[in-house]
Nanobody, 122 residues
Framework: QVQLVESGGGSVQAGGSLRLSCATS?????FGWFRQAPGKEREGVAV???????RFAESVKGRFTISQDGAKNTLYLQMNSLKPEDTARYYC???????????????????WGQGTQVTVSS
């Protein structure tokens, strides 16, 4: 079993920045950040594999960065130029499998954190 604990959420004005962190109990091949807004389906935001290959949702490209610190077993999501439409609960997820191009689909991720709320006001 892998435990994932997110932190770093909060409220910020449009144009601001936040950095989310996800502490993992052990390292797996693929990690990702997902979000879910009220009344909407969960969507992939940014993912990274053990090689450091990343993928981003089109809506966050150029604004969000995903990174990992293997020594600290921590995953990060740096979010800049935040918009009100980024408001959602953000979840950290991990997958046991490796993909050359890590997937943004939530279906293949095996472990999930409880999430952290991000609210962006206009």
């Amino acid at each position: 079993q892998v435990q994932l604990v997110e932190s770093g959420g909060g409220s910020v004005q449009a144009g601001g920045s936040l950095r989310l962190s996800c502490a993992t109990s052990r390292y797996l091949y693929t990690f990702g950040w997902f979000r879910q807004a009220p009344g909407k389906e969960r969507e992939g935001v940014a993912v990274i594999n053990s090689d450091g290959t990343t993928r981003f949702a089109e809506s966050v490209k150029g604004r969000f960065t995903i990174s990992q610190d293997g020594a600290k077993n921590t995953l990060y999501l740096q979010m800049n130029s935040l918009k009100p439409e980024d408001t959602a609960r953000y979840y950290c997820a991990a997958a046991r499998a490796y993909w050359y191009s890590p997937p943004l689909s939530s279906d293949v991720y095996n472990y999930w954190g409880q999430g952290t709320q991000v609210t962006v006001s206009s």
